[in-house]
């Protein structure tokens, strides 16, 4: 691969990125930001900090206000994406970006990019508010272990995302199916209690989830964990989101390979 | 008169035959509020604490099912008049709004009663969390006086949807903090002080603690008086939803706002 | 107001949007959209209001059919104030407006119409009768149990017609109802609108095609930037522009310089300019034709000039000329 091979695709990389941001802000509006990336993450760490505290005592707030700031990633790698990718189709610039020489596979991962930033900045806000407002105490925590962490799930989630992005393709009502997988992590990926009083079967569900390590390895990382106690459960959580976006991938070039001989017009 | 009963009937028909087929409606009655059940049935179940808490995941969850589909239907509802282009349409016919909403209220609510169903249904069956101390009389008609409540908050927040679209997601930012303040999962009294008092001007809140009252022996069981403040507050809202009819009415003959996508 | 004798009366009609622009510096902007318009239509008439884009068409429309509040000026339509009488006056009037929204697409084209038979107030043994009516004279019987959204376009206007008439109504409001029709289907529903005229309703009809006015309008008025620019029958407005002439001719690279130097001449009122597949169509709407056609090659001097003529001006003319340059 030559210099200037590089030096495009690395272009192609930023000006797609550029076009996930506007499109990200696009939808939201100063109102609709304050609403959805503010007022609703407050709400739900509230409902569940106060809900645990009533059923096991205020001394745990700390867990819950921990647990469902995390989970907010799920917010911007879940439905950041999506909205990334229908804005796309509403604009046309899918067919643009796809029909370069650039890596394609490398165009299609970029899309996540914007949405992993705005992640880690949703949690950045969550942790705030745990702290100040739910009594979250950092002061033995391994402090960029933790952030170590919040990087790693905000990948992870954006992997799941870029899996809805696809079906989001052929489906008008994806959106509805990524609700459902987002609060459905609120019960299977251990945000508000341990993954082991669930069945089972259901576990296995857990453990294929992004998020569930991930919030794992932050809640050791509070108590004081170094990088070797958790390594283990971070890698694992990387190739789960490593998995969905490659699935996600997979099902994309599908489609595209239907779209192209003309069986489904409207994929894009 | 009779042909605005019957407008609000055929707006209410309307309602139950496009929410039939919508996802967005099975999404709100029946997943959201099985899993907001389980999440809030796995904390309350945790060991060591009081199984007499349990009726708290049981009906929680369902209640903000029917919340949700209750407000949530009607800004839902104008949004797709709006992109459909049906809303300027209706508004211009010789029925008033508020009759229009009215019919699409009522059918937002019998589906949102409907959440009672599969939230019931995790709790007996995953977590044999069964009412023994149900009261049937005291538990239906604080289930009625709910219903008003939602009946009167949705009935005057929906102009506000039809008027200004942000005024939907701003609400829609509150969602969860209802939950909280209306005591759905958890008693309010755990609350600070201060947000009791947000609570207390919330006609809900009394509704539902007349409805967990009647499902527990234990505790004081001041339900009459209850039902008549949750009564009184949401005829209160009636008469602010008044003057915001007149004014989404007035309002829009000024922009033509309404015909905008 | 005191009841009047006739369909719609429009005096002084004026409207202006504001809005707000920015963020943080909000700055108010005030457009206006009628300029004060007066207007009277016989009960009986099809009127038509004909202008481009953006005169003020839907404007006044919306003003009619109580949609919106005039800022200033007052109108009736049947004696009613559009204003405070819109209650009664909604019993008693249609409307269309042009383009497919404003159906319910998932719903079939005939729960369409009984649920705005309802909405309406129609009696339900009135709408029973009523509907299969509709249905049959817009040519919509048998795919009535359809859904709205397997509906050709044509389909949908029609359906959007009987919608207007469910009512019955004394006045049919129709904005741009053959927007978006292909050929056959807008001059089936221009037959439909001129039948429903001649059994006796009153039609107000906007559109920004001559020829529809024309073909089937008792009188017409042309709206230009929000003020009445001409007003009366078809004929009439066609003698506005009697003593005038156009020249037409066919030409190869004119640079827009040139056209200015055209515009210029003595006797030219308006030039437009037509991209004709490689050459340019060019219409000169001017006083004196034959003078007109001998300065022509001076002032275009170097230009091949092809397929020159002079014509008697149509109504197509006179409408071009009302409007000036606006859309060409």
Sequence with gaps: ?268 | MRSLVRAAFSSLRLTLRTRVVSGWMYLNWLVFPLIFAAAGLFVLSTPGGSSSRLVYGVLGGGLIGYWSVAYIDGGNGIQDERWQGTLEQVFATPTPLWVIILGKVAGAILFGLLSFVPTAALGYFGFHAVLPQLDPSRFVISLGVLTFTFFCIAITLTPLFALWRWAFSMVNGFEIAVYVLCGFMFPVAILAPWAQGVAGVLAPTWAVRALYASTMAEGPHDLVAWWLVAVGLSLLYLCGAYFLYALVERRARVSGQLAWA | MAMSAQAIEARALRKTYDSTRGVFRREKVTRVALRGVDLAIERGELFGLLGPNGAGKTTMVKIFTTLLLPTSGAATVLGLDVVKDEWALRRRIGFVFGGERGLYWRLSGLDNLRYFADLYRVPPEVSRRRIPELLERLGLAGRERDRVELYSRGMKQRLHLARGLLNDPEVLFLDEPTIGLDPVGARELRVIVRELADAGKTIFLTTHYMFEADAICDRIAVIKAGEIVAEGTPRSIKTLVEDQGVVEFEVVGLPRERLDELRGLPGVSSVAVAEHELAQLVTVHCARPSEVMTQLSAALDGLKLEKLSSREPTLEDAYVQLIGDAET
């Design chain 1, 1 to 268: 691969m030559g210099v200037s091979r590089i030096a495009s695709e690395v272009a192609v990389f930023a000006r797609s990125t550029y076009f996930q941001y506007v499109a990200l802000f696009q939808w939201a509006s100063v109102r609709g930001y304050v609403a959805y990336k503010i007022l609703l993450p407050v709400d739900q760490m509230l409902f569940f900090v106060e809900l645990g505290a009533y059923a096991t005592g205020p001394e745990n707030a700390a867990y819950f206000a921990l647990g469902n700031a995390l989970q907010l990633t799920a917010n911007a790698g879940i439905f950041g994406v999506i909205a990334t990718v229908a804005n796309e189709r509403h604009f046309g610039t899918l067919p643009i970006l796809l029909g370069s020489p650039a890596n394609r596979l490398v165009t299609f991962m970029s899309r996540a990019v914007v949405n992993v930033l705005d992640g880690i900045v949703t949690v950045i806000i969550g942790f705030a508010i745990a702290i100040g407002l739910f009594g979250l105490d950092l002061h033995h925590a391994n402090i960029p272990l933790l952030a170590l962490c919040v990087v790693v799930v905000s990948l992870s989630t954006a992997g799941l995302g870029l899996m809805f992005g696809s079906i989001g393709l052929v489906m008008r009502d994806a959106i509805i199916v990524a609700n459902v997988i987002y609060y459905v992590m609120l019960v299977l990926c251990g945000v508000n209690f341990p993954v082991s009083r669930l069945p089972g079967a259901v576990q296995l569900i857990s453990y294929s989830l992004p998020l569930t390590r991930g919030v794992e390895a932050a809640r050791e990382a509070v108590a004081g964990a170094s990088f070797g106690q958790v390594a283990g459960l971070l890698g694992g959580e990387l190739l789960v989101g490593l998995a969905w976006a490659l699935a996600g991938y997979a099902l994309f070039a599908t489609l595209e390979g239907w779209a192209r001989r003309g069986g489904m017009q409207e994929a894009y």
